[in-house]
């Protein structure tokens, strides 16, 4: 049986571009069928998703390979790459990991999202970072009332809310002021963003609780992932829920997530080193 690894590459970089190029010839001598893919394509055929780009390509590989469950492997080629498993100076050695079928999975739990216009009619999207709830390009500040499962929590103004995983901690929740959360605990992060409130703080709910954001005053704009929009006027109704389909990451290294936070922020743990001499 044919082993079929799905391509997808950073389009405007001419560095990537030769990494995907190397990459596939080394694939394809060691009996490996390369598909190029694309936002219109299926991954159903194939074992993995091999990006080489940065966290923006990765998340259209989500939107290609999570109802199909296909894990995907980043090669980091953008800024910080928090979502992409090694960098570009390991490429022979991710292609090896390839060939010879050495990987483990990372399931990442996504969010579903519902907007209810005021007509009744509804939208729906789904990300695997974050759902941020804005105000449009028309609007000074958007008011909204928060409530969680069910039940009214707290009604202010703010230029946005995010909703984020537990994967988007490090994204634009982070840049809020939101925690950082483990990917391995399942959670719902709300974090408000220049919010006109004494209770706006950051919050982090359980997995399967609901979460709804109803729009007071001004229209919005809820943005999935920084790359789909669904508008959302006044008196319209967004709700977050527990995504159906998780997005799979494959991993070749077993650097624990304390470690990834160290490399791709360049925390200063000096004196932890020090002490790992010492003992």
Known sequence: ????????????????????????QALIKAGVH???????????SCELVLVIGGDGTILRAAEIARQEATPILGINFGHVGFLAEEEPDSLHKVVDAVVA????VDTRMTIDVQ??????TMETGWALNEASVEKSPQSRMIEVDLGVDGRGLSSFKADNILVATPTGSTAYSFSAGGPIVWPDVEAFLITPVAAHALFA???????DSRLDVVIQAEDAVVWLDGRRAIHAPVESQVTVTRGRYPVQLARINNTPFSGRLVKKFHLPVEGWRRREVRN
């Not at 390369?34 to 159903?44: D, L, Q, Y």
């Not at 907007?115 to 009744?120: F, H």
């Open 201 to 207: 703080r950051p919050l982090v709910v359980g997995p």
């Open 115 to 120: 907007v209810t216009l005021p007509d009744g």
């Open 101 to 104: 079928g050495n990987w483990t």
């Open 1 to 24: 049986m044919t082993r079929r690894v799905a391509l997808l590459t950073h389009d405007q970089r001419e560095d990537a571009k030769e990494s995907a190029k190397f990459a596939e």
């Open 34 to 44: 390369v598909e190029h893919i694309t936002e219109n394509s299926t991954t159903n």
